[in-house]
């Protein structure tokens, strides 16, 4: 329980400096985003709208403690392309992923024991080899073609 508790206390910092990468890495990228968001056939007063609405025109701390605060509290924003719940999409995806995850973690155990099994009983002979190559090539093979 100790262990749990000391691994889940580094975790904290961890994602405390990730957070504030992620958000300066989207302050300093180039161009505005409430630009973007408007189009190129918008004006500026609704550019400026945007900007209000979405808490750009705050000071950059301001906004970091907005930000902090809705990630916390699961509002992930609304995706600018579907103009949908971001928490929504991501939860859509959510079983066609776990079932791919399980599928090749199901796979990948029936496939590794016999195999390691085979290879052990034959180690250094030319089946250990061609597992070997086996496993390096499954590995150099992209994840959404296996």
């Given at each position: 329980?100790?262990?749990?508790?000391?691994?889940?206390?580094?975790?904290?910092?961890?994602?405390?400096?990730?957070?504030?990468?992620?958000?300066?890495?989207?302050?300093?990228?180039?161009?505005?985003?409430?630009?973007?968001?408007?189009?190129?056939?918008?004006?500026?007063?609704?550019?400026?709208?945007?900007?209000?609405?979405?808490?750009?025109?705050?000071?950059?701390?301001?906004?970091?403690?907005?930000?902090?605060?809705?990630?916390a509290t699961g509002d992930l924003?609304?995706?600018?392309?579907?103009?949908?719940?971001?928490?929504?999409?991501?939860?859509?995806?959510?079983?066609?992923?776990?079932?791919?995850?399980?599928?090749?973690?199901?796979?990948?155990?029936?496939?590794?024991?016999?195999?390691?099994?085979?290879?052990?009983?034959?180690?250094?002979?030319?089946?250990?080899?061609?597992?070997?190559?086996?496993?390096?090539?499954?590995?150099?093979?992209?994840?959404?073609?296996?």
């Amino acid at each position: 329980m100790k262990t749990i508790l000391r691994r889940i206390a580094a975790v904290i910092p961890v994602m405390a400096v990730v957070a504030v990468v992620v958000f300066l890495l989207i302050h300093l990228s180039p161009g505005d985003p409430a630009a973007v968001i408007a189009g190129d056939n918008a004006t500026t007063e609704d550019v400026e709208k945007i900007r209000q609405n979405l808490g750009l025109d705050k000071p950059l701390l301001t906004q970091f403690g907005i930000w902090v605060g809705h990630l916390a509290t699961g509002d992930l924003g609304t995706s600018i392309a579907t103009q949908m719940p971001v928490a929504q999409l991501i939860g859509q995806r959510m079983g066609p992923t776990l079932s791919i995850a399980a599928f090749t973690m199901l796979f990948a155990v029936l496939a590794a024991i016999p195999l390691g099994v085979l290879v052990a009983w034959n180690a250094g002979k030319w089946l250990d080899r061609l597992v070997m190559i086996g496993a390096v090539c499954a590995f150099s093979v992209p994840v959404f073609l296996i």
